[in-house]
């Protein structure tokens, strides 16, 4: 992306009095083209002076650089079709001005401005405040219904994490992150100077992504520090803004489309997360975020937006992305279930949650207070996790319902059922677990013969048929509800079989437990990052049919190999060996063919084998 947003970011912090109106990036358009010219423009993403007539008209507008909106993976699993005739255009020219002549060009189906989004926050004093607002949303009861599983990770798309070594939250982190931002090295605060993929997301000294991470899953009952909503649940960090401090007027983080839409990308492309927290918006709707954010949707991501904070004492509407249909829209309340006085609502808002002295982490070991809507959309975060805790199998609508269902009715809405400035009403977490089933996969078990012992576990329902038992074979099944013994389903004379419904315990996974089991960690005295010696590390979304396996620190030319094996012992999938290489690399197995189930994932390497518990749905 752009390397040259300097002039613009000058004018940014040092027009006083003008950032109320600059509303989008001064010389940046994003383009849809026509299906008819969409070659011309793919050839001009690789040289600016292809020989065309689009070349030729874009040269008169002093357009110097073409790059795609959207990330190589994103356009390559795109079934629209549209994500690849979309592109952003850097020139030298005013944006109106730009604007107005692209449109009439007749090569686009779409044009707009790249639009600026800002972070909702009100900052106030320094001192240390308790955390009134998990008990009034009744997170201690919620907690003892379900403290999370750690592959359902929430992604915090936001400005920064600067530091990334606060005390308290820096275990949370996903070792895997992104940063979206494609600011100038010379840009004031920001050291975002490297090629290829940037991981830093501590770049530019914004908090605000520390802040809004410690809400939604700071580490909990760690006998320090402040309790995160998501107790047990990991955080993915995406850097796609930046920070204007007291040169700007306001001070705040600052968002671009095209960042934003990188990181939504990269969120799906890796599915390391399912819930995207965004606590930013505008006042402006951008087609092409929207378009982004509903296809994230459709393949099972969850969106939760804060509805935007003003500055006066009058009601604002909510702002986009937060107004969009499929997304969940947060606004603020205070301690007497108020609504927050600075929030913004209307018919699109979903529920409010506390907004006002909301206790965050900052620097690298303090807390303070801060007041936004910001703060409450996290704490919707970390419960929506908790809640695909207990049924990884409930769909975005399916999430929704819960949580607006579940709330709390203040008295302010006068026992409506719904009001613009509560939305359905406030957020209690203890109802929305409660309202849960949990739901474990099932394990099927046929076509097997065990001729020496097999023990099958599952945490709710075993299915077995077309299984023998031979003679002198122990053969036992523990379900949580109920075994289901079909066709062909035989235990010979002299066999042993035995089947039991009982608590087998819960199907989550701890990837902390996981990585502690399989690496040696060290904190590193330069970067604050994570020294993984020997790393091992699984990732799946439960909506996605690849299991991606991560791997570093072994030695050029180490041979690994892998199997899958049910919840029953019984190998279901047997790949062959692969040569490691040196550095982090990349494996992936399709398990579309499995049926819903838990699973391990055995991987092993001479003589050494690391179990990695996944779940199939």
């Keep these: 992306m752009i390397r040259n947003k300097l002039l613009f970011l000058i004018v940014l912090c040092f027009s006083i009095g003008h950032i109320h109106a600059q509303e989008y990036a001064e010389g940046v358009a994003l383009v849809r083209v026509k299906n008819s010219f969409s070659g011309d423009f793919k050839s001009l993403t690789e040289n600016i002076n292809y020989g065309s007539s689009i070349a030729g008209f874009l040269k008169s507008m002093e357009v110097y650089d073409i790059e795609y909106l959207h990330l190589e993976e994103a356009v390559l699993y795109d079934s629209t079709g549209v994500f690849e005739r979309e592109f952003v255009l850097y020139a030298n020219a005013p944006t109106n001005i730009l604007i107005e002549s692209l449109n009439r060009s007749g090569f ?28 009034k949303i009744n997170m201690p009861q919620a907690w003892d219904i379900e403290k999370g599983c ?24 996903f070792p895997y992150r992104y940063d979206a931002t494609d600011l100038s090295p010379s840009t004031s605060h920001d050291d975002d100077d490297v090629s290829g993929v940037d991981d830093d997301v501590s770049d530019g000294l914004a908090e605000h992504g520390l802040n809004v991470s410690s809400v939604a899953a700071a580490w909990t009952d760690n006998n320090r520090g402040m309790a995160g909503v998501g107790w047990d649940i990991d955080l993915v960090l995406v850097r796609a803004g930046y920070l204007c401090d007291e040169s700007c007027n306001p001070p705040n983080q600052y968002f671009e489309d095209d960042d934003i839409i990188e990181g939504i990308d990269w969120i799906v492309e890796t599915t390391y997360a399912r819930i995207i927290n965004l606590s930013l918006g505008a006042t402006n709707s951008s087609v092409f975020l929207q378009d982004c954010i509903n296809n994230a949707k459709n393949a099972g991501y969850i969106f939760i937006c804060s509805s935007g904070n003003h500055f006066s004492n009058t009601s604002a509407v909510v702002s986009f992305p937060a107004n969009m249909e499929n997304v969940i829209a947060v606004g603020a309340s205070d301690q007497n279930d108020n609504p927050w006085v600075f929030g913004n609502y209307g018919p699109e808002l979903d529920l409010i949650a506390p907004g006002e002295n909301i206790k965050v982490a900052y620097g690298k070991k303090k807390y303070t207070n801060k007041s936004g ?11 929506a996790a908790l809640v695909l805790s207990l049924n990884p199998y409930l769909s975005f609508t399916q999430v929704r319902d819960v949580l607006i269902n579940t709330t709390d009715r203040p008295a302010g809405m006068q026992n409506a059922n719904f009001t613009n400035t509560y939305g359905y009403g406030r957020l209690n977490a203890y109802k929305s677990l409660k309202a849960v089933k949990r739901i474990a996969p099932d394990v099927y078990v046929y076509n097997e013969s065990p001729d020496r012992i097999q023990i099958v576990y599952a945490q709710n329902r075993i299915f077995s048929g077309d299984y023998p038992i031979h003679n002198e074979c122990l053969a036992e099944f523990r379900a949580g509800s109920s075994i289901h013994l079909q066709d062909g389903f035989h235990a010979e004379a002299g066999s042993y079989f035995h089947a039991y419904i009982a608590d087998v315990g819960p199907p989550c996974v701890s990837y902390r437990t996981q990585m502690v089991n399989d690496s040696s960690f060290s904190e590193s005295s330069g970067s604050g990052e994570i020294d993984i010696a020997q790393n091992i590390s699984l990732v799946q979304n439960p909506v996605h049919d690849n299991v991606e396996v991560r791997f570093s620190g072994f030695s050029e030319g180490e041979i690994l190999s892998f199997s899958v094996i049910n919840g029953s012992g019984s190998i279901v999938i047997s790949q062959g060996s692969i040569l490691c290489v040196q550095g982090t690399f990349v494996h992936e197995i399709d398990v579309s063919g499995l049926v819903p189930s838990n699973y391990f994932l055995i991987v092993c390497n001479n003589g050494n084998s690391w179990p990695l518990p996944f779940i199939k749905m």
């Design 108 to 135: 686009f189906e779409l044009v707009q401005p790249n639009y600026i989004y800002k972070s909702f926050v009100i900052p106030n004093d320094d001192e240390y405040g308790n955390q009134w607002y998990l008990e």
């Design 150 to 173: 750690n592959h359902i990770r929430i992604a915090v798309l936001d400005a920064g994490f600067y530091p990334l070594k606060h005390k308290d939250v820096k275990h949370k982190y």
């Design 373 to 383: 809507t910001s703060f409450a959309a996290p704490q919707v975060s970390g419960v």
